[in-house]
């Protein structure tokens, strides 16, 4: 599994979604404009991510989107797992029935032990994780003015 652009803009997208949590709806265009994102590519991301029950949708004049559940309850999991389709780095871990070897293959066991790292750690970080981290860099970056 390589972590694509989606995945990369997707995390993106829902945590400008979480730094609004609780403050209305959101605007593509504005996610677009604040993230330097195609607003095309963010309305084709986006679409996976609402019908995961993840972000939920408001039309209208004081439409946009904002996230179905608090932050905290999102994990970077359940966002690469909707927009990937899964977190396995090879087939044989999900379908051993892609392979005639994987009863017998030594590497599908390393490859096994190594997603279900990754699924781990990336089920350990929330939006409202990240969202803080996020936040932490951005108030030790130094400031320059001339």
Do not use: T, Y
């Given at each position: 599994m390589k972590i694509t652009t989606r995945s990369r803009y997707g995390v993106r997208l829902m945590l400008e979604l979480a730094g609004n949590y609780g403050k209305g709806q959101v605007l593509l265009k504005d996610i677009a404009r604040n993230e330097d994102i195609s607003e095309k590519y963010l309305s084709l991301i986006i679409i996976p991510l609402r019908t995961a029950g993840l972000v939920q949708s408001v039309r209208g004049a004081h439409g946009g989107y904002s996230l179905a559940r608090p932050p905290e309850e999102i994990t970077l999991?359940?966002?690469?797992?909707?927009?990937?389709g899964?977190?396995?780095?090879?087939?044989?871990v999900d379908n051993?029935?892609?392979c005639s070897r994987a009863r017998t293959c030594a590497s599908r066991d390393v490859w096994s032990i190594v997603s279900g790292q990754i699924s781990r750690t990336l089920e350990s970080i929330s939006l409202g994780d990240l969202l803080a981290k996020t936040r932490e860099k951005a108030d030790s970056a130094p400031e320059y003015h001339i």
């Open positions: 999991k359940d966002i690469v797992h909707v927009l990937e899964g977190i396995s780095l090879v087939d044989c051993s029935l892609s």
